[in-house]
């Protein structure tokens, strides 16, 4: 458990930099780009200790962090060199790293602010009176965007 504890350790190294990293912010988001550890299994029995832990993670990424086939490998590849680096912080580790499996990539996409999907929404949203959180959107965007002059 000790050592299931220092990888969700690493995680939280590498979230805490993405808190600050502009690519892992949108800025129409209020959040920042994450890794959420999802689930978490580790020893058998409950007098036993742990001969292996499982750690399962939804990592997030923005559009603009794609790949060369417009998926997650960037992110991936970040991930992975980052894991490795906390097993060579440990001499058990070291000996016996992480191993890290990808079970999906959803890719995301991004829809440019003067695409007719997004009048057509705000017409929705409008009509749902949902108004406010689109106002709040709105106000957001416009801090945002330089005035001219």
């Not at 979230?15 to 892992?24: H, L, N, S, T």
């Not at 590849?77 to 990808?102: F, G, S």
Request: charged share 25%; glycine share 2%.
């Amino acid at each position: 458990m000790q050592l299931c504890r220092q990888m969700l350790d690493g995680i939280d190294t590498l979230i805490r930099r993405w808190m600050f990293d502009p690519k892992k912010n949108h800025p129409l988001m209020d959040l920042f780009n994450q890794i959420i550890v999802t689930q978490m299994t580790a020893s058998e029995h409950p007098s036993s200790m742990a001969g292996r832990a499982e750690i399962i993670i939804d990592a997030q990424y923005l559009p603009s962090e794609k790949d060369e086939f417009a998926l997650g490998g960037l992110v991936k590849r970040e991930i992975e060199e980052h894991v490795r680096n906390v097993c060579q912080a440990d001499p058990y580790l070291r000996q016996h790293p992480a191993r890290v499996e990808w079970i999906l990539d959803a890719d995301c996409t991004e829809i440019p602010a003067d695409s007719p999907f997004v009048s057509i929404f705000q017409q929705a949203v409008e009509t749902a009176n949902l108004l406010l959180a689109l106002l709040v959107l709105k106000r957001k965007e416009q801090s945002r965007t330089p005035k001219r002059a």
